[in-house]
């Protein structure tokens, strides 16, 4: 049994998507969903209350914080309105031609957290939407309010895996918003559920508050699998020194992914990205 | 409960029903067919042979069971990543995993060891020391 599993490491690890393995586990998550979904639905009242004892705890800073931000947040929609409003004369003059953009050209996929990764130190989890509803591999996933949380890795007929934005193997290309700061999003300490900003010049101006969306770059031989615009996190803390090539940010993400239920996958209308 | 089916049925069958347990999570999480298997393999017939010897009629067996499997499932599987090529941060697993999976594990290790008990019943053969040859 011992050889058999490594056996089957070995071909899982390195056949390709489309292989005769790959196929047969993909038939297999199709039988097991619904007894997945069946198990989350057992296991989702013990998660909620240890979800709302920490969520207690957290209640009375994050009020504060809340409406500090709803006040700015105000003010910028108001901004953000009237901006908007001249984008999109100013495009209809100038016949521009836009790459798909966030959100007119994506379809929501809403889909439950169906499973959990079997290892817990893995930042990953299945949710109950697959190629039937459209879904593809690198296709962006957001949470309930539109941040940005992860994207697919792999898909099955009615199911996918999501690595999270703090996931080992997770990097976005990001920007700061109305700043000349743009680098690669990846997960920060381990456990603290931060992200670094990597490699931001030392000449960009940055600020603690700043708040970083998707850069969405279309240019070169790999674009970005992101639209540009997502909302990832807010910069927590900008640092620099002398030895250092880039400067070191540290950004809180938006989404709370430890308490995830359901997410949003973003499919491309226009066909491929 | 592959503790308790492995305390209680022998290491064989114990490690069969690891293997097909780790099959069936690898298949529903869409991991790499085979590493929870091999992993929990070789934890339940290690457990299952600590109940055919030294662990029989030893009340803490299935705590201790409980326990050292969880750990070596943890490391091993964090073992397995960083040879897969997986990132996987050191410090998440030794430090945010670990302790509360053991908790989590010994709090539900009693209940689901009775559960699996009577589910199961006692089998007197299959806990009967195998290939062990006490001196004296």
Same mark, same amino acid.
């Given at each position: 049994m011992v050889l058999l599993a490594l056996v089957l490491v070995t071909i899982s690890f390195r056949e390709s998507e489309s292989g005769g393995l790959h @196929? %047969?586990? *993909? %038939?297999? %998550?199709?039988v097991l969903h619904p007894f997945q979904v069946g198990i989350e639905r057992v296991v989702r009242p013990f998660r909620d209350l240890a979800g709302y004892v920490d969520g207690l705890i957290a209640a009375k800073a994050e009020n504060a914080r809340l409406r500090r931000d709803l006040a700015v947040a105000q003010q910028e929609a108001i901004q953000n309105r009237t901006a908007?409003?001249?984008n999109r004369a100013l495009r209809?003059?100038?016949?521009?031609? %836009?790459? +798909? @953009?966030y959100? *007119? *050209?994506?379809?929501?996929? +809403?889909?439950?957290i169906s499973a959990y990764s079997a290892a817990q130190f893995e930042q990953q989890v299945v949710v109950a939407a697959g190629k039937n509803a459209g879904v593809r591999r690198d296709d962006p996933v957001l949470d309930q309010s539109g941040y940005l949380v992860g994207r697919i890795t792999r898909v099955s007929s009615r199911s996918a895996r999501v690595a999270l934005l703090t996931d080992e193997s997770s990097a976005v290309s990001a920007q700061a918003l109305r700043r000349d700061a743009r680098g690669l999003v990846r997960p920060g300490r381990a456990g603290t559920g931060a992200l670094l900003l990597d490699y931001v010049r030392k000449s960009s101006e940055l600020r603690t508050g700043d708040r970083i969306v998707t850069a969405g770059s279309q240019r070169g031989q790999?674009? @970005?699998d992101y639209p540009r615009g997502i909302p990832i996190g807010r910069v927590t803390d900008v640092s620099q020194s002398d030895t250092d090539l880039y400067k070191t940010v540290q950004v809180e993400p938006f989404a709370d992914v430890d308490s995830l239920e359901s997410v949003i996958v973003l499919v491309t209308r226009r066909g491929k990205r | 409960m592959l503790v308790a089916i492995a305390l209680l049925r022998g290491a064989v069958i114990g490690a069969a029903a690891a293997f097909f347990a780790g099959l069936l999570v690898d298949t529903a999480t869409l991991g790499t067919l085979g590493v929870s298997s091999l992993l929990l393999t070789i934890v339940a017939y290690w457990v299952g042979r600590y109940g055919e010897t030294t662990g029989r009629d030893r009340t803490h067996a299935p705590l201790l069971s409980v326990v050292a499997a969880t750990v070596a499932f943890t490391? !091993?599987?964090f073992g397995l990543h960083v040879m897969l090529g997986d990132g996987v941060?050191?410090?998440?697993?030794?430090f945010e995993s670990l302790l509360p999976a053991v908790l989590l594990n010994t709090l539900a290790a009693t209940p689901v060891f009775a559960l699996t008990s009577r589910l199961l019943g006692r089998e007197? !053969?299959?806990r009967a020391p195998r290939g062990v040859k006490l001196a004296g």
């Amino acid at each position: 049994m011992v050889l058999l599993a490594l056996v089957l490491v070995t071909i899982s690890f390195r056949e390709s998507e489309s292989g005769g393995l790959h @196929s %047969a586990q *993909d %038939a297999g %998550a199709t039988v097991l969903h619904p007894f997945q979904v069946g198990i989350e639905r057992v296991v989702r009242p013990f998660r909620d209350l240890a979800g709302y004892v920490d969520g207690l705890i957290a209640a009375k800073a994050e009020n504060a914080r809340l409406r500090r931000d709803l006040a700015v947040a105000q003010q910028e929609a108001i901004q953000n309105r009237t901006a908007f409003e001249q984008n999109r004369a100013l495009r209809a003059i100038t016949k521009y031609h %836009a790459p +798909p @953009s966030y959100p *007119d *050209d994506y379809a929501p996929v +809403p889909a439950a957290i169906s499973a959990y990764s079997a290892a817990q130190f893995e930042q990953q989890v299945v949710v109950a939407a697959g190629k039937n509803a459209g879904v593809r591999r690198d296709d962006p996933v957001l949470d309930q309010s539109g941040y940005l949380v992860g994207r697919i890795t792999r898909v099955s007929s009615r199911s996918a895996r999501v690595a999270l934005l703090t996931d080992e193997s997770s990097a976005v290309s990001a920007q700061a918003l109305r700043r000349d700061a743009r680098g690669l999003v990846r997960p920060g300490r381990a456990g603290t559920g931060a992200l670094l900003l990597d490699y931001v010049r030392k000449s960009s101006e940055l600020r603690t508050g700043d708040r970083i969306v998707t850069a969405g770059s279309q240019r070169g031989q790999l674009p @970005s699998d992101y639209p540009r615009g997502i909302p990832i996190g807010r910069v927590t803390d900008v640092s620099q020194s002398d030895t250092d090539l880039y400067k070191t940010v540290q950004v809180e993400p938006f989404a709370d992914v430890d308490s995830l239920e359901s997410v949003i996958v973003l499919v491309t209308r226009r066909g491929k990205r | 409960m592959l503790v308790a089916i492995a305390l209680l049925r022998g290491a064989v069958i114990g490690a069969a029903a690891a293997f097909f347990a780790g099959l069936l999570v690898d298949t529903a999480t869409l991991g790499t067919l085979g590493v929870s298997s091999l992993l929990l393999t070789i934890v339940a017939y290690w457990v299952g042979r600590y109940g055919e010897t030294t662990g029989r009629d030893r009340t803490h067996a299935p705590l201790l069971s409980v326990v050292a499997a969880t750990v070596a499932f943890t490391l !091993g599987a964090f073992g397995l990543h960083v040879m897969l090529g997986d990132g996987v941060s050191a410090r998440l697993v030794f430090f945010e995993s670990l302790l509360p999976a053991v908790l989590l594990n010994t709090l539900a290790a009693t209940p689901v060891f009775a559960l699996t008990s009577r589910l199961l019943g006692r089998e007197d !053969g299959a806990r009967a020391p195998r290939g062990v040859k006490l001196a004296g």
